[in-house]
């Protein structure tokens, strides 16, 4: 959840179909720039391995540790046979999820080697960065009317852009007035917070309380500058929704639509309404992760996704992680949208 949409889409956008190192030599001059995963040598898969292991100083669920690397250590000699970076990362990806049965701890590949993004130059700005989400539509994907007064709001992510509360501002103001309020997340796979708190902002007549996050407390470790010591102990932070001046929905019913694909900070909307009796979820059992996150380089081109902390609903005092937000109303997520309708105009 904490983990910006920015980050979020250009790993979604990755092309995977990477060749291993060896073709790099077949290759006509120019085509290593078609393929810039081709530059990826043994060398580089043995350091993102090596890092790997020292960056799990910092997983939240520390518990959990001493089997993940038992498991990596176990497999290693099977992932040096793979040359392609595609099936490295999803052979590694497999046993991360094996042995922590957490679905936000990933490694990804990166676009480009950040040894050649350092070369470029500085990192984007944030008006530059807004230029990009403002073509995203800020993660709304649609925001209509329907027949009969119902407002309908479909969310792509929740973009962490700190400007994108006005375009969840906008998107509400079209909506305004409908008798009930149908937000679909069923294609919605996260995201960052400044939308997500802005959204919720608006579903009540004061800004409710989200979840409270448990951190883990992690001192730095003299031996190990890519480590970390923690000492079981958290800090606990908790989270909000914003104060809006005038809701567009304070009272008006609320009906969230979820899928199997519906993941990390579209499921915290859907839990949160849903634990407070604000909304009625439709559709299937969300994706399951909960624990809020961060990005941590294992090189120049591997990325580990590193959650940090805990998520706690206050009023139900867990999460879902692992196990997904429940639906109040089971059904197929294509027929999500049509039993909501029929539930509102009932």
Known sequence: MKLRHLMTAALGALALSCQGPAAVLAQEPGAEASNPHAAITAAHRERALDTLDRRLAHYVMAERTPAIRARLAARREAYRTLTDPEAFRQAINADLLAASGDRHLQ???????????????????????????????????????????????????????????????????????????????????????????????????????????????????????????????????????????TPAFPTAPVYVLTSGGTFSAAEAVAYALQATGRAMVIGEVTGGGANPSIAMDLGPWFTIIMPIGEARHPETGTNWEGVGVQPDVAVAADRALEEALRRVRA
């Open 107 to 245: 490694v990804w590949i990166e676009p480009r080697s950040r040894d050649e993004v350092a070369a470029e130059g500085p990192e984007p700005t944030l008006e530059q960065m807004a230029a990009g989400e403002a073509r995203n539509g800020w993660g709304v994907r649609e925001a209509k009317v329907l027949a009969g007064g119902i407002g309908y709001l479909d969310l792509a992510y929740f973009s962490g852009h700190p400007d994108a509360g006005a375009a969840i501002d906008a998107a509400l103001a079209k909506l305004a007035g409908s008798k009930a309020l149908i937000i679909d997340v069923r294609r919605n796979g996260g995201g960052g917070e400044a939308a997500l708190k802005r959204l919720m902002g608006h579903l009540g007549a004061a800004p409710m309380r989200l979840e409270d996050i448990q951190m883990r407390r992690c001192a730095p470790d003299p031996a190990d500058p890519e480590g970390c010591v923690q000492d079981g102990s958290r800090d606990v932070q908790e989270r909000y929704a914003d104060a809006v001046a």
